[in-house]
């Protein structure tokens, strides 16, 4: 029976002032990332190995606790280890991409992994789409053509990082279904794990293929381990904690807030002016993430 703190709705869902303070804050700190990503002189690609691999201690430990008894399912190990190559292609693209446009298309560019899933789920089932998602996708497609040409408009390097961010998306998609099927079996602690053991040595490969300098300069480590602490541990960690407590659309509504703080550091740290087509860009491909989000429960970068 659900006390007064935690009252329960007609589905299930049991929230109280905790579950909510955890969501909200979980995105405050994933919404942070994106400017972490600048502050730090390592390069993009050698700041995501840093992310990934120093929360992985802490990440074994909650696997650990968190453990089903017997041997585990190497069918879906592979399938965590299949989904961390993908997330560090994910990372790599959006980390990039980070450097070379304004942090609110980033930030929603790179979420887009929700609208892709919401199209492959279509074809897979081999039927037209309903009302609400035919409007989610054209609600997508018509927001980026505008933050696209508003990106060509202010310089090509901006352009350019858009569609690295949106890469990053295609590569998110992928990272999600193998990881989404994998964490019924394993828990959402042992999937982290085992992606972040995968993906880590791999981006490590990409930043020394690209020449990046992987260990800290002048900015130190304060931007690096703030990243890995605010985006893999307590990001993650508070929306694993309220996730199930809330239905999809609070949800999906909720991660928007990603963006419109990202703007804000944009504006108020580098100088990121935005205008009215740029809000209208937004609303529509904020618009087309909930519609997409609505289908399923999200999972957390």
Not at 20 to 25: E, G, I, M, R, T
Not at 160 to 176: H, I, N
Not at 183 to 202: F, N
Not at 260 to 287: I, R
């Amino acid at each position: 029976m659900a006390s007064a703190m935690t009252p329960q709705d007609k589905n299930g869902y049991q929230a109280s002032a905790w579950h909510f303070a955890a969501l909200v804050a979980g995105n405050i700190a994933l919404a942070l990332g994106p400017w972490l990503v600048r502050l730090s002189d390592t390069g993009p690609v050698s700041v995501g190995f840093w992310r990934l691999l120093m929360p992985i201690p802490l990440l074994g430990l909650l696997a650990w606790r968190t453990r089903t008894p017997g041997p585990i399912d190497r069918k879906l190990a592979l399938m965590c280890l299949a989904a961390g190559a993908f997330f560090a292609l994910d990372l790599a693209s959006w980390h990039v991409g980070i450097e070379q446009t304004r942090l609110a298309n980033a930030t929603l560019f790179g979420n887009s992994g929700s609208i892709i899933l919401m199209v492959w789920g279509l074809i897979a089932a081999r039927r037209a789409p309903s009302g609400q998602e035919m409007v989610g996708v054209a609600a997508a497609l018509t927001g980026a053509a505008i933050l696209l040409g508003r990106s060509l408009e202010i310089s090509s390097a901006t352009f350019v990082g858009d569609l690295f961010c949106l890469l990053a998306g295609v590569f998110y998609a992928f990272y999600l279904l193998p990881a989404q099927h994998a964490r019924g079996g394993l828990g959402q602690w042992t999937v982290l794990l085992l992606v972040s053991i995968a993906a880590a040595p791999l981006l490590l490969a990409i930043a020394l293929a690209a020449g990046e300098p992987v260990w800290p300069g002048e900015a130190g480590w304060t931007p690096v381990v703030t990243l890995a602490l605010s985006s893999q541990i307590v990001g993650q960690g508070l929306l694993v904690f309220s996730l199930g407590h809330f239905p999809p659309l609070i949800i999906g509504m909720a991660l928007l807030t990603q963006p419109a703080l990202a703007a804000l550091v944009g504006w108020l740290a580098f100088g990121e002016m935005l205008v009215a087509l740029d809000v209208l860009g937004m609303v529509l491909v904020g618009t087309a993430l909930v519609m997409a989000r609505t289908r399923r429960k999200p999972r957390v970068r």
